[in-house]
């Protein structure tokens, strides 16, 4: 269960109950009502994107250059993902473009090859539920885990 607020009206607060009963574990993630013409540019030049979800997704992230997002399109590039397939992943999870990819997302990928998966099927996963990116890799780990025992 989550619950979530605003504090400020700059920081939304949740609280997350896990599989291991810890309800004090919080996440930060600053808000702003502002966008930030530069990644909004950004968003519409290298994806298409209207200028509506631009400015929509642009409040959820802050870059003033382009190294960070093109460093992570560069990682999805090289995992095997066309400019398609970044765009539908951006497109539902635009946090992506500014996280940092061997914190983020390279220990999924690893993990996934550990247990078999090979990197069209990484593709496949991620291009069909972006949404994996954004938890835990202890959260993967024991959904897999269930699932090896269901005999899936």
Not at 31 to 42: A, E, G, H, R, W
Not at 43 to 49: A, E, N, Q, S, V
Not at 109 to 117: H, P, R
Request: charged residues 20%; proline residues 4%.
């Amino acid at each position: 269960m989550s619950k979530a607020f605003l504090c400020n009206n700059a920081f939304r607060i949740s609280t997350t109950t896990t599989l291991y009963n810890a309800p004090f574990l919080f996440s930060l993630k600053f808000l702003t009502t502002t966008s930030n013409p530069f990644t909004v540019s950004y968003l519409i030049d290298k994806f298409g994107f209207s200028h509506e979800f631009a400015l929509k997704a642009s409040k959820e992230l802050y870059f003033k250059t382009s190294q960070k997002p093109d460093s992570v399109l560069n990682f999805f590039k090289n995992h095997g993902f066309n400019d398609l397939d970044i765009r539908r992943i951006v497109k539902i999870e635009p946090w992506l473009l500014s996280c940092n990819t061997h914190l983020t997302i390279l220990p999924k990928f690893q993990f996934l090859i550990s247990k078999g998966a090979s990197s069209s099927d990484i593709v496949r996963m991620v291009v069909g539920n972006p949404k994996f990116l954004q938890f835990s890799l202890k959260t993967h780990e024991i959904k897999f885990e269930y699932f090896l025992s269901k005999g899936s």
